[in-house]
């Protein structure tokens, strides 16, 4: 099992996408940002500099991105849940938390941010 003090971490990777509950969500869009922190050993890769022993993390922004994209959802959770299915598909990962932030959602209120985080692992 890894060593969950070891991450890989993608912060703010911003997506337009149309997920939401209300009509114009689905037909306009909005940014979504999204976090990810992949817990994976390390110890292999940085010891034999393999890239092959690791997660790329470039690969990986373009599979969250495309995963955001896809497939229009009402809840963002339901969105955090798919972005974690996609890094779990990694091997080489065993835990990941994902945080999807919804900076234009529909809130009568002034509000700096609305996220959920999702965490999961291997069973």
């Given amino acids: 099992m890894a060593d969950l003090r070891d991450r890989i971490?993608?912060?703010?990777?911003?997506?337009?996408?149309?997920h939401g509950v209300f009509d114009f969500e689905r037909r306009d869009g909005q940014e979504?940002?999204?976090?990810?922190v992949a817990?994976?050993?390390?110890?292999?890769?940085?010891?034999?500099?393999?890239?092959?022993?690791?997660?790329?993390?470039?690969?990986?922004?373009e599979e969250v991105v495309a995963a955001v994209?896809?497939?229009p959802v009402d809840l963002i959770e339901t969105v955090a849940e798919r972005v974690a299915a996609v890094v779990l598909a990694h091997e080489a990962v065993e835990q990941v938390e994902v945080t999807v932030h919804k900076p234009g959602a529909p809130i009568?209120?002034?509000f700096a941010d609305v996220s959920v985080t999702v965490v999961r692992g291997r069973a």
């Fill in 69 to 71: 994209e896809r497939d």
């Fill in 32 to 36: 979504f940002v999204v976090d990810v």
């Fill in 108 to 110: 009568d209120v002034p």
């Fill in 39 to 61: 817990h994976v050993d390390l110890a292999p890769a940085a010891a034999g500099d393999a890239l092959a022993k690791t997660v790329h993390y470039g690969v990986l922004a």
């Fill in 9 to 18: 971490t993608l912060t703010g990777l911003r997506v337009h996408a149309h």
